[in-house]
């Protein structure tokens, strides 16, 4: 055992020689720093990076992403050092639906089922997590299913909210929103009747300013069994009041691969996705809308729709397939970006699910399986400017695929400086062994960097878990060789 040990700290030793040559020769305004979590400590499997407060980074160590069982919190220092790890008890009716870290501590939010009622309570911890206060924010009338519920906090850390959907007295539908103020412990229910006939509705999107502005997109459709587009509807409010705004779109075209981002700098809400006028899955353009603070009820704002250029079409999907009349499919909005002009960066990424079918033989007898198959390829990135008008686009080709478990180390994660967008991903994905870095300015000139490659272990990281903890700082798990460590980046 110590030989196996002595081996694999050499083996880590010549990986991350090759590294450092790296990083000094093409990193000149970034700083990457990396750093082993500790072997045996830690009980579950899988690491989620949390946040950043003045006592250090923490991130989460759990078991299955249902987030119904116990996990355990982990922080170490700035410099990505082990300070302790502390467990976290739900219960068995409870599930995890928010954590996240504010100046003060970190704050869990979890339904808890008392008595046939759904309850949505709070945990407060120090910074040290030696010290702990607990509340509850009050019940979710009619809660029909813990996956009906959307949490989110605001950008300064000082507001969460969590949105449901549920249904009156009467049995007429709600939209309810629950805010509180973590300074002061202020506690807000609202909730506003949902100004139509659904028999299915969903909370697609949701977002909270800092002084307790939010705004939700709602899905429905009335019209099950039919081929119809999914109806989209906004609604907005403040700490006063939450009320519904208008639908989204007529039902004349298909929304896909949406996502909706609070601007505090313009005090907006920013709501992008991609439309087609045939099916949900393709993307013929895209869409833009936006909420300022002060829309009243009753109020509508234009819908900028853009359509894809010819060349866009041809570099994404490629010239034969473009002769062809396709068009391109399954592209998802991961990030938008505010920008001070009033435009907007979009950054999105193709996804979808194919099945992989297995055939085996019991007692001669054959049997069929099937798998499912979870592709991440083709990067696209928009840039609108404050009409919605496309200034330029950029392609980033990319290829992963894999079963639920690989899936882990596939997809991008983003984070955001004063003067670039950064993408990282795994590349050369059949060995997950080069990790990228792509740094985008504000003209879409793309510097490309690798931050690790070695063809004798295995290095991947998982962008799914990382997360941006301050304005130049990204933190995410890294595997290397079998060994989960930290890697954190840090621009310059």
Not at 22 to 50: D, E, I
Not at 88 to 103: A, P, Q, V, W
Not at 277 to 299: A, C, I, M, W
């Amino acid at each position: 055992m110590p030989h196996r040990k002595a081996n694999f700290e050499f083996r880590l030793m010549r990986i991350i020689s090759i590294w450092l040559l790296l990083s000094v020769s093409s990193m000149h305004a970034q700083k990457v720093t990396l750093n082993a979590l500790p072997g045996g400590k830690s009980v579950y499997s899988h690491y989620r990076v949390v946040g950043e407060n003045q006592a250090g980074i923490y991130l989460m160590n759990y078991r299955d992403a249902d987030m119904r069982r116990n996990f355990s919190l982990i922080r170490v220092n700035h410099s990505l050092e082990y300070l302790q790890e502390k467990p976290i008890e739900l219960g068995k009716r409870s599930r995890l639906i928010k954590l996240f870290t504010y100046d003060s501590g970190i704050c869990l939010l979890y339904l808890e089922k008392i008595r046939q009622q759904t309850w949505l309570q709070y945990r407060l911890l120090a910074p040290s997590m030696d010290k702990e206060f607990a509340g509850t924010l009050g019940i979710l009338p009619g809660l029909e299913s813990a996956e009906a519920v959307t949490a989110e906090y605001s950008m300064n850390r000082e507001w969460c909210a969590v949105w449901s959907e549920q249904f009156s007295e009467q049995g007429l539908q709600q939209l309810g929103i629950t805010l509180f103020h973590l300074p002061s412990h202020r506690k807000i229910q609202q909730a506003c009747l949902v100004p139509f006939s659904a028999k299915q509705t969903d909370v697609a999107e949701a977002a909270l300013g800092n002084e307790g502005q939010h705004a939700c997109v709602v899905t429905y459709d009335d019209e099950l069994g039919r081929r119809t587009p999914v109806r989209y509807f906004a609604a907005f409010g403040d700490t006063m009041r939450f009320r519904p705004l208008f639908p989204v779109n007529p039902s004349s075209y298909h929304i896909g691969g949406e996502e909706l981002v609070r601007d505090e700098l313009s005090g907006r809400f920013v709501f992008s996705g991609f439309w087609d006028e045939n099916k949900e899955e393709r993307t013929g353009g895209t869409l833009v809308l936006t909420l300022p603070d002060t829309l009243r009820e009753g109020s509508s704002e234009l819908i900028q729709r853009t359509s894809f250029s010819a060349g866009l079409v041809g570099e994404l999907i490629g010239a034969a397939a473009q002769e062809k009349g396709r068009i391109p499919e399954n592209l998802f909005i991961r990030k938008i970006v505010p920008r001070t002009d009033g435009g907007n960066l979009l950054i999105a990424e193709k996804f979808y699910i194919t099945q992989h079918l297995e055939t085996f033989y019991i007692n001669g007898i054959p049997q069929t399986s099937s798998r499912n198959v979870y592709h991440y390829d083709d990067v696209l990135l928009i840039s609108l400017n404050a009409d919605a008008e496309m200034e330029w686009f950029r392609v980033i080709r990319k290829r992963q695929s894999g079963f639920a478990g690989a899936g882990f180390y596939n997809g991008i994660a983003t984070y955001i400086c004063d003067s670039s967008a950064n993408l990282l991903y795994n590349d050369n994905a059949t060995q997950n062994n080069r990790v990228m870095h792509l740094s985008i300015d504000q003209k879409g000139a793309i510097l490309q960097k690798v931050l690790f490659n070695s063809d004798e272990v295995f290095t991947g990281f998982i962008p799914q878990e990382g997360r941006q903890i301050g304005y130049n700082r990204f933190v995410v798990p890294l595997n290397m060789d079998k060994q989960m460590m930290l890697l954190k980046v840090t621009k310059e």
